[in-house]
Nanobody, 125 residues
């Protein structure tokens, strides 16, 4: 089993920054085919891909609307996955989830097998 716990969410004004962190524990497999991702679900909308990173951290992928503002990272030694969010906009308001991917870089939920419980990010205008 793999456990993921997100933290770092909160309320911020438009233009501000937040850093989300995902603590990973349990039987994580360090495979070059695997990776990590962040998704978000806004009120009344389906959960959507935000960013992904390969196991090695060498490849990253982003939703077009967050490119240049969000940065995904991972620290293998600390077993954490981070999401630095800058220049936040009200439309970034959502519950953010981290997840483990069986195929790094994937934007499909079906390729992710373990999920955290989510952390709320609210951006006020």
């Amino acid at each position: 089993q793999v456990q993921l716990v997100e933290s770092g969410g909160g309320l911020v004004q438009a233009g501000g920054s937040l850093r989300l962190s995902c603590a990973v524990s349990g039987r994580t497999f360090n495979s070059y085919a695997m990776g990590w991702g962040w998704f978000r679900q806004a009120p009344g909308k389906e959960r959507a891909f935000v960013a992904a990173i390969s196991w090695s951290g060498g490849s990253t992928y982003y939703l077009d609307s967050v490119k240049g503002r969000f940065t995904i990272s991972r620290d293998n030694a600390k077993n954490t996955v981070g999401l630095q969010m800058n220049s936040l906009k009200p439309e970034d308001t959502a519950v953010y989830y981290c997840a483990r991917s069986r195929l790094y870089g994937s934007r499909r939920e079906s390729d992710y097998d373990y999920w955290g419980q989510g952390t709320q990010v609210t951006v006020s205008s």
